[in-house]
Protein backbone atom coordinates (compact mmCIF):
# COMPACT_ATOMS: atom_id res chain seq x y z
CA UNK A 1 0.00 0.00 0.00
CA UNK A 2 1.48 3.06 -1.00
CA UNK A 3 1.12 6.17 0.99
CA UNK A 4 -0.20 9.37 -0.74
CA UNK A 5 2.40 12.70 -0.86
CA UNK A 6 -0.73 14.07 0.72
CA UNK A 7 -0.58 11.71 3.54
CA UNK A 8 3.21 12.26 4.11
CA UNK A 9 2.53 15.70 4.43
CA UNK A 10 -0.03 15.40 7.00
CA UNK A 11 1.75 12.70 9.15
CA UNK A 12 5.35 15.06 9.07
CA UNK A 13 2.70 17.94 9.69
CA UNK A 14 1.89 16.13 12.97
CA UNK A 15 5.09 14.98 14.26
CA UNK A 16 6.20 18.42 13.85
CA UNK A 17 2.96 19.66 15.83
CA UNK A 18 4.11 17.02 19.06
CA UNK A 19 7.47 18.28 18.94
CA UNK A 20 6.45 21.58 19.12
CA UNK A 21 4.11 20.97 21.90
CA UNK A 22 6.68 19.76 23.96
CA UNK A 23 8.98 22.31 23.13
CA UNK A 24 11.41 20.67 21.03
CA UNK A 25 12.57 22.15 17.78
CA UNK A 26 11.84 20.61 14.83
CA UNK A 27 14.96 19.97 13.10
CA UNK A 28 15.03 17.47 9.84
CA UNK A 29 16.49 14.98 11.99
CA UNK A 30 14.45 15.17 15.12
CA UNK A 31 11.36 14.99 12.74
CA UNK A 32 13.19 11.46 11.49
CA UNK A 33 13.27 10.10 14.39
CA UNK A 34 10.18 11.12 15.56
CA UNK A 35 8.26 9.40 12.63
CA UNK A 36 10.29 6.16 13.86
CA UNK A 37 9.39 6.61 17.09
CA UNK A 38 5.77 7.85 17.14
CA UNK A 39 4.52 5.63 14.65
CA UNK A 40 3.00 2.86 17.13
CA UNK A 41 3.32 1.98 20.73
CA UNK A 42 6.68 0.60 20.94
CA UNK A 43 9.52 0.00 22.88
CA UNK A 44 12.94 0.26 20.92
CA UNK A 45 16.71 0.78 21.70
CA UNK A 46 18.58 3.57 20.71
CA UNK A 47 20.10 1.22 17.96
CA UNK A 48 17.02 -0.15 16.82
CA UNK A 49 16.06 3.18 16.04
CA UNK A 50 18.97 4.48 14.59
CA UNK A 51 18.64 1.30 11.99
CA UNK A 52 14.93 2.41 10.92
CA UNK A 53 15.57 5.75 10.50
CA UNK A 54 18.34 5.13 8.31
CA UNK A 55 16.56 2.56 6.40
CA UNK A 56 14.59 5.57 4.85
CA UNK A 57 17.75 6.33 3.30
CA UNK A 58 18.87 9.72 5.10
CA UNK A 59 22.08 8.91 7.54
CA UNK A 60 21.35 9.60 11.55
CA UNK A 61 24.54 9.60 13.44
CA UNK A 62 24.90 7.53 16.50
CA UNK A 63 25.25 10.12 18.95
CA UNK A 64 22.54 12.64 16.82
CA UNK A 65 19.92 9.32 17.65
CA UNK A 66 20.99 9.07 21.51
CA UNK A 67 20.80 12.92 21.89
CA UNK A 68 17.33 13.63 20.16
CA UNK A 69 16.40 10.34 22.30
CA UNK A 70 17.46 11.76 25.76
CA UNK A 71 15.75 15.01 24.85
CA UNK A 72 12.63 13.54 24.11
CA UNK A 73 12.87 11.57 27.69
CA UNK A 74 13.44 14.51 29.29
CA UNK A 75 10.79 16.96 27.63
CA UNK A 76 7.95 13.94 28.29
CA UNK A 77 7.25 12.92 24.45
CA UNK A 78 8.83 9.47 24.96
CA UNK A 79 9.84 7.48 28.54
CA UNK A 80 13.32 6.06 28.95
CA UNK A 81 13.02 2.55 30.60
CA UNK A 82 16.71 1.44 32.04
CA UNK A 83 16.75 -2.31 32.17
CA UNK A 84 19.98 -3.12 32.87
CA UNK A 85 23.10 -0.36 33.95
CA UNK A 86 24.07 -0.52 30.08
CA UNK A 87 20.74 -1.33 28.43
CA UNK A 88 17.99 1.10 27.99
CA UNK A 89 14.56 1.26 26.06
CA UNK A 90 12.54 4.24 25.00
CA UNK A 91 8.97 3.88 24.88
CA UNK A 92 6.85 5.53 23.19
CA UNK A 93 3.50 5.25 25.20
CA UNK A 94 4.01 8.07 28.33
CA UNK A 95 1.46 7.08 30.35
CA UNK A 96 1.95 5.33 33.36
CA UNK A 97 2.69 1.69 33.57
CA UNK A 98 5.01 -1.32 33.68
CA UNK A 99 6.61 -3.73 31.94
CA UNK A 100 7.85 -7.22 31.66
CA UNK A 101 12.37 -7.49 30.02
CA UNK A 102 13.10 -10.81 29.28
CA UNK A 103 17.34 -10.62 29.06
CA UNK A 104 17.23 -13.79 26.61
CA UNK A 105 15.12 -12.14 23.66
CA UNK A 106 16.19 -8.52 24.78
CA UNK A 107 12.30 -7.90 24.93
CA UNK A 108 10.71 -5.34 26.53
CA UNK A 109 6.90 -5.68 26.53
CA UNK A 110 4.27 -3.87 28.49
CA UNK A 111 2.14 -5.22 31.41
CA UNK A 112 -1.17 -5.41 30.83
CA UNK A 113 -3.23 -3.13 33.36
CA UNK A 114 -4.20 -4.24 36.29
CA UNK A 115 -1.91 -7.11 36.46
CA UNK A 116 0.35 -5.71 38.91
CA UNK A 117 -0.58 -3.77 42.10
CA UNK A 118 1.61 -1.93 44.39
CA UNK A 119 1.34 -0.67 48.08
CA UNK A 120 3.37 2.55 48.05
CA UNK A 121 5.03 3.39 51.38
CA UNK A 122 2.49 6.11 53.26
CA UNK A 123 5.44 7.62 54.98
CA UNK A 124 7.98 9.46 52.94
CA UNK A 125 11.33 10.98 53.56
CA UNK A 126 10.35 15.02 54.62
CA UNK A 127 9.18 17.51 52.21
CA UNK A 128 8.86 14.83 49.07
CA UNK A 129 5.90 13.50 47.26
CA UNK A 130 6.08 10.19 44.79
CA UNK A 131 7.29 11.51 41.08
CA UNK A 132 6.80 7.99 39.51
CA UNK A 133 6.94 5.06 40.02
CA UNK A 134 8.68 2.67 37.22
CA UNK A 135 8.38 -1.28 37.88
CA UNK A 136 10.50 -3.91 35.13
CA UNK A 137 9.94 -7.46 35.88
CA UNK A 138 12.83 -9.23 34.70
CA UNK A 139 12.54 -12.77 33.52
CA UNK A 140 14.15 -15.78 32.52
CA UNK A 141 13.23 -18.91 30.47
CA UNK A 142 12.39 -21.89 31.95
CA UNK A 143 14.19 -25.12 31.50
Known sequence: MNISTEEKSAHRREIIRQL???GITPTAQRIQIAAVMLSKPQHLSADQVM?????????????T???????????G???ELVVEPT???YDSSTHSHHHYF?????????IPEGELSLQLPRRLPPNTEIDKVEVVVHLRNRG
Open 51 to 63: ALANASGRQVSKA
Open 102 to 110: NPETQELTD
Open 20 to 22: SSH
Open 77 to 79: LIR
Open 65 to 75: VYNTLGLFAEK
Open 87 to 89: RSF
